[in-house]
């Protein structure tokens, strides 16, 4: 998802190729017509599988392979059947441009058991494989399966209906490698369905059902959905090994509506169903990165919930009153919810979430009257936590939205609002200038302040009058906060600073009795905004 903040969300695991035309089929370009002897097209060759120490079909010894510009390979699916098949045992070399991917048929040799492998990569080649179904449908991929880094593995069985082999590569950067099929052990079929076309001719999985599923490798089980979702939930259990499951639902064209990983317990996965649109609907069952594994799947009910205290919507957001600035609420988000609010007019504001309960990970938006999104933040407070300015919405934010990363897996945490005025000395900030600095009191020493400045903003502080020394610290920085402390005269000038306590970025800063007046100032060093504590305190001695 595209941010408007410099914060970029995070790839949380590498995702399954085990997937449909929808989610595959993106990174493979349209090909080129049958490839023809010289004029840019790929070059390939075929000969016994032999070991890089030997090979009679004439790649070089311990390198990269060497094609064969005579063997013909198909750049589009519909010009296979006229290019040579693949042959169990046979080896293929082939060199694909940027862009360039190509298409097989695998000869009946092969047998209804088969196994792809891509290997002898040269340099930095990183190979993709996917299967094709008798439709043109993708019905298995893989990326980095393969036995040799970067290279990839397909296991084909019978009821994959397989059709075709696309061979390319990662991002179509091109590059040097081989290609094999060799002959692998038949194993019994599955006993659910392995592709969505399988599921339609299917029934659909039955409220309170258990389905106990053993999936081979890159292997995807799929089931049709009752109609009526209602508050319905998928759910695995009793995962056996290293099994790390992930449940999606997808539409009839394999686009998947909704997704979780592991929203049950441990590696298990639990994915609500209420709210989705209208179907057909499936539930497309792998595991990540499509290793095998073996566990249970539930059709359940879920029990009915309270509604929640605040708005879900921005329409409710219009109907309730602005949160309050210096507020703190408690947030409860169930999966795939979001709560929306509406901010106080005409204030500059600091929007942070902060005490992130189980692995919470928040995405906060600011959005115009209208609903559009102005601003999205992820990570920006630090960790999973985020992290907004209104004042970097040039004035237009409006209104809230709270939500979790993919909304997958709900979350609990406090929202905390900050008013800031460090520019403009409004009540409730902290004064930017000396001369705001005089219309306030002086902070209560041994009382800690909390201060939240915006990138290129200061924070200055009168110091008490009483005739005693002080010394000033900062603390709780937030990450990415550095502190300087200044002490200024009464005419602005530097008497004193200090940036780093030791290895800190804390800042402490000794102050005499004299002279009065004078004041704080504390900047944040570098670029960026900054969230700390400042306390005044008495020395020592």
């Known amino acids: 998802m595209a941010r408007n903040t410099g914060t970029a969300l995070r790839g949380r695991r590498a995702g399954l190729l085990l997937a449909t035309a929808a989610t595959l089929a ?5 090909g080129a017509a049958l490839a023809q002897r010289g004029g840019g097209q790929p070059q390939a060759e075929q000969g016994p599988s032999k070991r890089p120490g030997g090979n009679p079909g004439g790649g070089n010894q311990g390198g990269a392979c060497r094609p064969n510009p005579e063997l013909r390979i198909a750049l589009q699916a519909a010009d296979a059947a006229s290019a040579p098949p693949l042959q169990p045992g046979r080896a293929v070399c082939l060199t694909l441009r940027r862009g360039q991917s190509a298409f097989f048929r695998v000869a009946t040799d092969a047998g209804s058991h088969y196994t792809v492998t891509t290997r002898r990569l040269a340099g930095e080649t990183d190979t ?25 593995m397909l296991e084909v069985g019978p009821e994959l209906e397989p059709g075709l082999v696309r061979v390319g590569t990662l991002q179509s950067q091109g590059g040097t490698f081989e290609v094999i099929v060799t002959r692998s052990a038949a194993v019994p079929p599955p006993d659910f369905p392995v592709t969505l076309d399988g599921a339609r001719a299917g029934q659909p999985l039955a409220v309170g059902e258990t389905r106990h599923l053993r999936l081979r490798r890159q292997q995807a089980a799929f089931f049709a959905l009752p109609e009526e979702l209602g508050s319905l939930a998928a759910t695995t259990t009793n995962l056996r090994g290293d099994t790390d499951t992930v449940l999606a639902v997808v539409d009839a064209d394999g686009r998947v509506l909704a997704e979780d990983d592991d929203g049950g317990e441990g590696f298990a996965s ?29 059709l359940r009910q879920e029990a009915p919930q309270a509604a929640p205290d605040f708005p879900t919507s921005l329409s409710a957001a219009r109907e309730r009153p602005p949160l309050a600035a210096d507020s703190t609420t408690h947030l409860v988000l169930r999966r795939r919810q979001a709560a929306f609010f509406a901010l106080p007019p005409g204030q500059d504001l600091v929007v942070l979430t902060r005490n992130l309960r189980r692995q919470t990970d928040t995405v906060l938006a600011l959005l115009d009257a209208d609903g559009a999104v102005l601003l999205e933040d992820d990570d920006g407070g630090g960790g999973f936590a985020s992290r907004l300015a209104t004042r970097s919405a040039g004035g237009h934010a409006a209104f809230l939205r709270v939500q ?14 900050r008013s800031v005025g460090a520019r403009s000395g409004q009540s409730g900030g ?16 041994g009382e800690a302040v909390a201060v939240t400045l915006e990138a290129g903003e200061a924070g200055v502080f009168s110091l008490p009058y009483d005739g005693r020394p002080l010394v000033a610290m900062t603390f709780g920085l937030a990450q990415g906060t550095d502190t300087l402390l200044e002490l200024l005269d009464a005419d602005g000038g530097v008497l004193d600073t200090n940036d780093d306590i030791e290895t800190s970025l804390a800042s402490r800063l000794e102050i005499g009795a004299e002279p009065r007046p004078a004041f704080l100032r504390v900047r944040q060093v570098g670029n960026g905004p900054a969230d700390f504590q400042l306390v005044l305190i008495r020395p020592s001695r």
């Open 270 to 298: 639990d994915l609500p169903l209420a709210g989705l649109a209208a179907g057909p609907l499936f539930l497309r069952v792998t595991t990540l990165d499509g290793s095998a594994g073996e566990f249970d799947l539930t």
């Open 128 to 152: 993709v494989l996917a299967l094709l179904n008798r439709a043109g449908r993708t019905v298995s991929g893989d990326d980095d399966g393969g036995r040799e880094p970067l290279s990839s």
């Open 26 to 30: 993106l990174a493979w370009p349209t």
């Open 404 to 417: 979790t990363l993919d909304g997958s897996g709900g979350g609990e945490f406090d929202l905390v609002l």
């Open 430 to 445: 902290v004064a930017g200038t000396i001369e705001q600095a005089r219309q306030r009191p002086s902070p209560v020493v």
